[in-house]
């Protein structure tokens, strides 16, 4: 199946920091999702990309499916942007996920 | 537009004892479904998952099994329970024409004592 790789696995920032997270996967994907979990366990859809660039309001996300990789930028980050961010590659028919980059946004 | 339940949200339940638990998905039909486990420690397992009615495929050997009796009705199942089976227990759904992005419900957390 496909490996995914999240860096940094733990993150601190100040509140007002950007910050780029970083997934990479193993092999050819057919699309991807980056979702945030709250403190509360829900899982949050942020972005559904399987290649290029999308911009949601402070947050955006790059896939280059062909070297493998995708990044999520967090700009001007706030203390409700803490939580546990994944990558979900999907193959040819569940997604894989990344074992999660956690972040913490301190005011 | 389309909304996932889960229930119960949460679970405490002895060793051996039986299990549950109930998926069930509103504004659209014949989704794919998902059955995840998120033990402590943050990552995600696909344990089953459907594309359509009496169709289950499990990804890992285990105490656990799933069953599909509506379209959109999942339900996760266990006979006895044992203390590994503690955990977050995430349903997910995708659609099957347009897009496959997926869409998690609440969650169920189990505790096994």
């Known amino acids: 199946g496909i490996q995914v790789e999240q860096s940094p696995p733990d993150l601190i920032l100040q509140e007002g920091a950007n910050s780029t997270l970083r997934c990479n996967f193993s092999?050819?994907?057919?699309?991807l999702q980056w979702f945030h979990q709250n403190p509360w366990g829900q899982l949050i859809n942020l972005f559904y990309?399987?290649?290029g660039t999308k911009q949601n309001g402070r947050l955006s996300a790059t896939t280059v499916a062909t070297e493998r990789y995708s990044l999520l930028y967090i700009s001007s980050s706030q203390t409700t942007d803490s939580g546990v961010y994944f990558c979900?590659?999907?193959?040819?028919?569940?997604?894989?996920f990344g074992k999660g980059t956690m972040l913490l946004v301190s005011p | 537009s389309q909304t996932i339940h889960q229930w119960p949200a949460t679970l405490v339940q002895p060793v051996g004892s039986p299990l549950s638990l109930e998926c069930t998905v509103e504004?659209?039909?014949?989704?794919?479904l998902y059955w995840y486990r998120q033990a402590a420690g943050r990552g995600l397992q696909l344990l089953f998952y459907?594309?359509?009615?009496?169709?289950i495929s499990s990804e890992v050997p285990q105490n656990l099994s799933a069953s599909r009796p509506q379209d959109r009705q999942f339900i996760l199942s266990s006979k006895k329970l044992l203390l590994s089976d503690s955990g977050f227990y995430l349903c997910?759904?995708?659609?099957?024409?347009?897009?496959?992005?997926?869409?998690f419900g609440p969650g169920t957390r189990l505790t096994v004592t």
């Open positions: 997910a759904w995708t659609g099957t024409v347009k897009s496959y992005e997926q869409y």
């Open positions: 092999d050819s994907v057919n699309n």
């Open positions: 990309i399987p290649s």
């Open positions: 979900a590659p999907r193959g040819y028919s569940t997604l894989t």
């Open positions: 504004g659209t039909s014949n989704p794919n």
């Open positions: 459907s594309v359509g009615i009496g169709q």
